[in-house]
């Protein structure tokens, strides 16, 4: 049992923790979270005894083997099997004396240590290295390759296969999800609930410390205050104090009403059951646990599009690779205004080769793209961090891409991005990685895109940050594609999948509970999604040719649109007259009016307070024969 007892940690002038305490259970599974810069990589570096608390004590850490996933990877010429091998330090140091006593031909000794290594199952050693490495992604091909010629992400994967391969009772890990996609993020999952020490974990990511976590440690107010379950327990008993603070009411209501129109749009506009299904049943909680995140530093929403065409982009028959390496081949597809698409697909498969291509980033080898008049793309990349300004201040980020707008204007919409007072004119070079996430998506948000393709968006952002970008992308009325792996941010902000596989790119009809039990069986090697492949606008997809179905499409698209456009209509008319109606009523509450001498005004209000009841009611009315005729049609 670890046990932390009233510690108090300054850094600088800063104060991390005050009177903190809590206790962690043996082999217990714990998510640390907390807003960045309020102490999760102190907390760790206590435990690991490479700082000491200015006041207090952690009890219990003696003769404990502590592992810990380094977050930096000094270069080396090993291999990478030997590299994660050597994580397990007493197995590497025997390799090394047995490799000594035979080369001096000391085979007495060598014996020895032979007999050292088999009673620790040393063995064994490169074989599970291997098996941690192909579990994180790597192939068979890396396993001999020097460390060295990996890129920072691909290096940050070695940092965790080592810390994994390391012997330990505590396990600490520092954004292990980084860098990693669905598939190798579901393998970790499993891989960290049969582990048999202490697991002490900062993620970012909601379904990953759901699924693996059974309590969680947030970092509040200088304290550590302990949840049972995973973050979304932690939201819903969060919720529950918050829920009884006054001040926090009105937020909290303006965020549930947030959600209920999106729930209402997204069940106007679904179409796959099963899907719907899950879906809705995700955004209708989310009511529930709106006061966890009515104390959150950000709020910001994407502008309205404007002017768009439709469709907004297409591609066909297109070939889309790097040189004479072809990637993926015969994609045709067509973006539509409000299209809500996740991109799911293994690590290398073309995700990102995809959404270059979709941008005329990269060209493509053959087929044809063809943009709609007035589109307007906002592309958030994995690199897009390494293209900032580092002498330069988030204001002048903004104001380079727009010169004219007005210096205040620009400053209330970076707070929306917690970037407040002095923080907003301060060079970049100092900011933390989730400090620079923050601000290149807050350029791409300020470009008023009408089409957002968004690549990861959410690495570096820590927990109230990414509860931000799903609230602002549930109300994106523009289309979206997003590649993600975190699967809370897809749950909520798309409605439709594509699976990018064997170089093809084919609809996904099911949920992503599905793909998850799918990912984690295998397919069996037999070229098929689980059966769950089919096409999207494809070529030669048997009832006649590609063309064929897509002037089918258009004609379709075109018998709706009318009927599109007027719910759309009915629906901007019913949320204009439910404003007005909540600032008349913030009006009726106001004592003062039911004083002498206000009656005449007082009637005038109620008046006009019937008339707005009586015309939503019959905006409601008119919404649902639309909606109905809408599905009649097949929309």
């Given at each position: 049992?670890?046990?932390?007892?009233?510690?108090a940690?300054r850094?600088?002038?800063?104060?991390?923790?005050?009177?903190a305490?809590?206790t962690?259970q043996?082999?217990q599974?714990?998510?640390?979270?907390g807003?960045?810069?309020t102490g999760?990589?102190?907390?760790?570096?206590?435990?690991?005894g490479?700082?000491g608390?200015d006041?207090?004590?952690?009890?219990?850490?003696?003769?404990?083997?502590?592992?810990?996933?380094?977050?930096?990877?000094?270069?080396?010429?090993d291999?990478?099997?030997?590299?994660?091998v050597?994580?397990?330090?007493?197995?590497?140091?025997?390799?090394?004396?047995?490799a000594?006593?035979?080369?001096?031909?000391?085979?007495?000794?060598?014996?020895?240590l032979h007999?050292?290594?088999?009673?620790?199952d040393?063995?064994?050693?490169?074989?599970?290295?291997?098996?941690?490495l192909?579990?994180?992604?790597?192939?068979?091909d890396?396993?001999?390759?020097?460390?060295?010629?990996?890129?920072g992400?691909?290096?940050?994967?070695l940092?965790?296969?080592r810390?994994l391969?390391?012997p330990?009772?505590?396990?600490?890990?520092?954004?292990?999800?980084?860098?990693?996609?669905?598939d190798?993020?579901?393998?970790?999952?499993?891989?960290l609930?049969r582990?048999?020490?202490?697991?002490?974990m900062?993620?970012?990511?909601?379904?990953?410390?759901?699924?693996?976590?059974?309590?969680?440690?947030s970092?509040?107010?200088?304290?550590?205050?302990?949840?049972?379950?995973?973050?979304?327990a932690?939201?819903?008993?969060?919720?529950?104090?918050?829920?009884?603070?006054?001040?926090?009411?009105?937020?909290?209501?303006?965020?549930?009403?947030?959600?209920?129109?999106?729930?209402r749009r997204?069940?106007?506009k679904?179409t796959?059951?099963?899907?719907?299904q899950s879906r809705?049943?995700?955004l209708?909680?989310m009511?529930?646990?709106?006061?966890?995140?009515?104390d959150s530093?950000?709020?910001?929403?994407?502008?309205e599009?404007?002017?768009s065409?439709d469709?907004?982009?297409s591609?066909?028959?297109?070939?889309l690779?790097?040189g004479?390496?072809?990637?993926?081949?015969r994609v045709?597809?067509?973006?539509?205004?409000?299209?809500?698409?996740?991109?799911?697909g293994?690590?290398?498969a073309?995700?990102?080769t995809?959404?270059?291509?979709?941008?005329?980033a990269?060209?493509?080898?053959?087929?044809?793209?063809?943009?709609g008049a007035?589109l307007?793309?906002?592309?958030?990349?994995q690199q897009?961090?390494e293209?900032?300004d580092?002498?330069?201040?988030?204001?002048?980020?903004?104001?380079r891409?727009?010169?004219s707008?007005?210096?205040?204007?620009?400053?209330?919409?970076?707070g929306?991005?917690?970037f407040?007072?002095?923080?907003?004119?301060?060079a970049?070079?100092?900011f933390?990685?989730?400090?620079?996430?923050r601000?290149?998506?807050?350029m791409?948000?300020?470009?008023?895109?009408?089409?957002?393709?968004?690549?990861e968006p959410?690495n570096?952002?820590?927990?109230?940050?990414?509860?931000?970008?799903a609230?602002a992308?549930?109300?994106?009325?523009g289309a979206?594609v997003?590649v993600s792996?975190?699967r809370?941010?897809?749950r909520?902000?798309?409605?439709s999948?594509?699976?990018v596989?064997?170089?093809?790119v084919?609809e996904?009809?099911?949920?992503?509970?599905?793909y998850?039990?799918?990912?984690l069986?295998g397919?069996?090697g037999?070229?098929?999604?689980?059966e769950?492949?089919?096409?999207?606008?494809?070529?030669?997809?048997g009832?006649g040719?590609?063309?064929?179905?897509?002037?089918?499409?258009?004609?379709?698209?075109?018998q709706?649109?009318?009927?599109?456009?007027?719910?759309?209509?009915t629906?901007?008319?019913?949320e204009?007259?439910?404003r007005?109606?909540?600032?008349?009523?913030?009006q009726l509450?106001?004592q003062?009016l039911?004083?002498?001498g206000?009656?005449?005004?007082?009637?005038?209000?109620?008046?006009?307070?019937g008339s707005?009841?009586?015309?939503?009611?019959e905006?409601?009315?008119?919404?649902m024969e639309?909606?109905?005729?809408?599905?009649?049609?097949?929309?």
């Amino acid at each position: 049992m670890i046990i932390l007892e009233d510690i108090a940690l300054r850094r600088g002038p800063t104060l991390l923790f005050e009177g903190a305490s809590a206790t962690l259970q043996p082999g217990q599974k714990l998510a640390l979270i907390g807003a960045n810069g309020t102490g999760k990589s102190s907390l760790f570096a206590l435990l690991q005894g490479e700082l000491g608390a200015d006041r207090g004590q952690i009890r219990g850490m003696s003769g404990l083997r502590i592992a810990h996933m380094a977050q930096e990877l000094v270069a080396s010429n090993d291999s990478t099997r030997d590299f994660v091998v050597a994580g397990d330090r007493e197995v590497a140091a025997l390799l090394i004396d047995v490799a000594a006593a035979e080369s001096a031909e000391d085979f007495e000794r060598a014996a020895q240590l032979h007999q050292a290594l088999e009673a620790i199952d040393g063995y064994s050693a490169p074989r599970r290295a291997e098996q941690l490495l192909l579990g994180l992604g790597f192939t068979t091909d890396d396993l001999e390759q020097p460390v060295v010629d990996f890129s920072g992400g691909w290096r940050v994967r070695l940092n965790l296969a080592r810390a994994l391969m390391t012997p330990s009772d505590v396990l600490l890990l520092d954004e292990p999800t980084n860098h990693l996609d669905l598939d190798t993020m579901l393998w970790l999952e499993s891989w960290l609930r049969r582990y048999q020490g202490t697991l002490v974990m900062i993620s970012h990511d909601r379904d990953f410390i759901d699924a693996v976590c059974e309590r969680t440690l947030s970092i509040e107010q200088h304290n550590l205050v302990s949840y049972r379950g995973g973050y979304s327990a932690f939201e819903q008993q969060r919720a529950e104090r918050l829920a009884q603070q006054t001040a926090l009411f009105a937020r909290q209501q303006r965020e549930i009403a947030h959600i209920e129109s999106f729930v209402r749009r997204f069940r106007a506009k679904a179409t796959k059951a099963r899907q719907a299904q899950s879906r809705l049943k995700a955004l209708e909680r989310m009511e529930t646990v709106a006061p966890a995140h009515a104390d959150s530093p950000f709020s910001f929403q994407f502008p309205e599009p404007g002017k768009s065409s439709d469709p907004l982009l297409s591609v066909t028959d297109a070939g889309l690779g790097y040189g004479d390496h072809s990637v993926l081949s015969r994609v045709s597809l067509t973006l539509h205004p409000g299209d809500r698409i996740g991109l799911l697909g293994k690590n290398g498969a073309g995700k990102t080769t995809l959404l270059k291509g979709l941008t005329g980033a990269l060209p493509l080898l053959g087929g044809e793209r063809v943009e709609g008049a007035h589109l307007r793309i906002g592309y958030f990349d994995q690199q897009q961090l390494e293209v900032l300004d580092l002498e330069a201040s988030p204001l002048l980020h903004l104001q380079r891409l727009d010169p004219s707008a007005r210096e205040q204007a620009i400053l209330d919409f970076l707070g929306g991005f917690n970037f407040r007072g002095d923080r907003a004119r301060e060079a970049i070079a100092p900011f933390s990685g989730g400090e620079k996430a923050r601000l290149a998506l807050a350029m791409v948000v300020w470009q008023d895109p009408n089409l957002l393709i968004l690549d990861e968006p959410t690495n570096h952002l820590d927990l109230e940050m990414r509860h931000a970008l799903a609230m602002a992308l549930q109300g994106y009325t523009g289309a979206i594609v997003l590649v993600s792996h975190d699967r809370h941010l897809l749950r909520h902000a798309v409605e439709s999948l594509w699976l990018v596989d064997r170089g093809a790119v084919t609809e996904y009809p099911d949920d992503l509970a599905a793909y998850e039990k799918w990912v984690l069986t295998g397919d069996g090697g037999d070229g098929k999604a689980g059966e769950h492949r089919g096409t999207i606008d494809g070529p030669e997809s048997g009832s006649g040719s590609a063309r064929q179905q897509r002037q089918n499409a258009a004609q379709r698209r075109a018998q709706l649109r009318p009927l599109q456009r007027a719910l759309e209509k009915t629906e901007r008319a019913l949320e204009q007259q439910q404003r007005e109606l909540q600032v008349l009523q913030e009006q009726l509450a106001d004592q003062t009016l039911y004083e002498n001498g206000n009656s005449s005004r007082l009637a005038e209000l109620v008046r006009t307070e019937g008339s707005l009841k009586s015309t939503i009611a019959e905006l409601e009315d008119s919404w649902m024969e639309q909606q109905e005729a809408l599905e009649q049609a097949g929309g």
